[in-house]
T-cell receptor
């Protein structure tokens, strides 16, 4: 089955810095890649997604890059704020199944130091 | 308030007991999910359900069963809990089965099996 790997597993940066979270997957049948964020004590929250027919998507301070050939994604967060401290999850879903066969990575714990 | 609601927040029980967790969504969605999040924050989908179809992750033990009265409610029953069932159980919802829609998550139910 699909395997999703995230690196790094954790990182600590100073407020205002940019961060890069990498994600790779194994199943070429995966076509949809949503990212979720889980702040301490809060519920999981959708932040951005991309489909396999796209290479890049941007929303506010988030940029998501997708490389179908290498099966790799990277989430770039600019101008980090304390509220960005959270666990970030990459996920992958195959064609024809939507969320029903979604596979999550183990998460990247981001800590922003004020 | 439109959201996904879960009860109870916490539950402590002993090996072999039966437990039941409730989930309700007021978002008007037609598809609901149950996830297990272990102590390392690893997320795994257990069930996907709408009023027409139940999709079960093949790794889910048979002692787990979803129960739904309507499209706004999806409960989770665990017959004869085991120590490895200790985890946070997250309920989520989205619109449509088999499509790629943002999922909305509940706050979770933390189960501890003694």
């Amino acid at each position: 089955g699909e395997q999703v790997e995230q690196l790094p597993s954790s990182l600590i940066v100073q407020e205002g810095a940019s961060v890069l979270i990498n994600c790779s997957y194994t199943d070429s049948a995966s076509v949809y890649f949503p990212w979720y964020k889980q702040e301490p004590g809060k519920r999981l929250q959708f932040i951005i997604d991309i489909r396999s027919n796209m290479e890049r998507k941007q929303t506010q301070r988030l940029t998501l890059l997708f490389d179908k050939k290498t099966k790799h994604l990277s989430l770039h967060i600019t101008a980090t704020q304390p509220g960005d401290s959270a666990i970030y999850f990459c996920s992958a879903s195959p064609a024809n199944y939507g969320n029903e066969k979604i596979t999550f990575g183990a998460g990247t714990k981001l800590t922003i130091k004020p | 308030e439109t959201a996904v609601f879960q009860t109870p927040n916490y539950h402590v029980t002993q090996v072999g007991n039966e437990v039941s967790f409730n989930c309700k969504q007021t978002l008007g969605h037609d598809t609901m999910y149950w996830y297990k999040q272990d102590s390392k924050k690893l997320l795994k989908i257990m069930f996907s359900y709408n009023n027409k179809q139940l999709i079960v992750n093949e790794t889910v033990p048979r002692r787990f069963s979803p129960q739904s009265s309507d499209k706004a409610h999806l409960n989770l029953r665990i017959k004869s809990v085991e120590p490895e069932d200790s985890a946070v159980y997250l309920c989520a919802s989205s619109q449509g089965l088999g499509n790629y829609a943002e999922q909305f998550f509940g706050p979770g139910t933390r189960l501890t099996v003694l």
